[in-house]
């Protein structure tokens, strides 16, 4: 679709999405088919010109924190699922304040705390709402939670206490799909949930897998299903597969790269978050990321953390790489700067 396109026509293009044009399903199946480097290229291309449009040179910057990794699924994707024989971690209340006081005034724009369907905190809701208030209480900065789904009492609650960001992956709107990956878990409870949270107030995001069996045809269902429900930050991963899960021996055979899911999704979601993860490929990778269309920064960890990462790629790596610092120093290589405070506040909407 790009293959005989200048750069002036490129631009026109960029300019049309910015304008409000909305892709068909033929220019998505298009699109997710390009193969060539050439017209990948092209596709970056545009796609860094939407983003600019919309957010310039800056960047947002996520903190990281998982802070329980024990969990009662069994996502065949994920090693953390309960049937994985591993070491786990949960952190004592005490141990999170700290964390926070190592985070104070680093440049953070929001951190994220993450755990598995901890039994501890989903019987006990009430222990994460505590949390959540002592993290708002010692930071003062937006919160992201991301604890799987909990009934919608709890969410309130939550966002009482400090919470403005659900993150809640569906990871796939092909339901066939759902259902090897997502193994026993609702898929309308896990949509629901988010869009509970979303029409009481809080900003919301959705998140796909590639690279874990997903056709173009379902990549573009899941993509029509992220649109339908408005989210205010879009995610794709790679999946790495994780030693002792059921997915660890699969390999895929397509060629939807997230790089290219990504600026397929900041064509789709034009003024949207969309992450650049470190948990993947580290800081080279958050480069491509950024030059695909992304625009946050995250798992970002904080200083010396010995906390873990979700596909953790550095996993056997005797040194990690994933610090605001480093995050930084990359981003002014690239001409790029971390945005303000205030920039990050004008999209929750405070
Ligand atoms: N337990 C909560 C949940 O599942 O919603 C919170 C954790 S959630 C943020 C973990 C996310 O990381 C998954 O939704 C999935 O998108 C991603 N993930 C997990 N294992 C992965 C893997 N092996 N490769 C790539 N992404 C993975
Ligand atoms: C990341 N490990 O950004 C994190 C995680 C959870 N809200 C985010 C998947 O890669
Ligand atoms: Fe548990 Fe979340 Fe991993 Fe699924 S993705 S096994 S819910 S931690």
Do not use: W
């Not at 069994?74 to 949960?90: D, G, L, M, P, S």
Request: hydrophobic share 35%; net charge negative; glycine share 8%.
């Amino acid at each position: 679709m790009f293959q005989k396109m200048a750069n002036n026509e490129l631009d026109k293009f960029g300019e049309k999405i910015i304008e409000g044009y909305r892709l068909s399903d033929d220019e998505l199946r298009a699109l997710l088919s390009l193969g060539s480097e050439e017209e990948l290229e092209k596709l970056y291309y545009v796609a860094r010109k939407v983003r600019d449009h919309f957010f310039g040179n800056r960047v947002f910057l996520n903190c990281f924190i998982y802070f329980s990794t024990y969990c009662k699924n069994q996502c065949t994707f994920c090693y953390y699922n309960c049937k994985n024989e591993i070491k786990r971690y949960r952190l004592t209340p005490e141990e999170v304040r700290d964390t926070c006081k190592v985070l104070k005034g680093l440049g953070f724009h929001m951190v994220d705390l993450t755990m598995g369907e901890d039994p501890y905190y989903h019987d006990e809701p009430g222990r994460f709402v505590e949390m959540v208030r002592t993290v708002k209480e010692e930071l003062g900065l937006p919160i992201m939670v991301s604890p799987g789904v909990m009934d919608n009492s709890t969410l309130l609650e939550l966002k009482r206490n400090g919470a403005n960001f659900l993150a809640l992956y569906q990871e796939t709107y092909d339901r066939e799909l759902y259902a090897k990956l997502r193994v026993g878990q609702s898929f309308d409870g896990r949509a629901g949930s988010r869009l509970f949270a979303k029409e009481n107030g809080y900003c919301v995001e959705d998140g796909l897998l590639t690279g874990v069996g997903n056709d173009i045809e379902s990549t573009i269902t899941s993509l029509r299903g992220m649109e339908a429900n408005n989210p205010d930050m879009v995610r794709v991963m790679t999946f790495l597969p994780q030693e002792g899960t059921p997915l660890a021996d699969f390999q895929d055979s397509s060629n939807l790269s997230e790089l290219k899911i990504i600026a397929v999704q900041r064509l789709m979601f034009p003024d949207r978050l969309i992450p650049a993860s470190l948990d993947l490929e580290g800081i080279d990778g958050m480069v491509y990321r950024l030059n695909a269309g992304a625009n946050i920064v995250t798992s970002i960890l904080p200083p010396d953390s010995r906390l873990e990462g979700v596909a953790n790629y550095d996993r056997e790596l005797e040194e990690r790489d994933r610090s605001i610092t480093s995050v930084i120093l990359r981003l002014e290589s690239m001409g790029m700067e971390p945005a303000s405070q205030a920039d990050f506040e004008k999209i929750l909407g405070c």
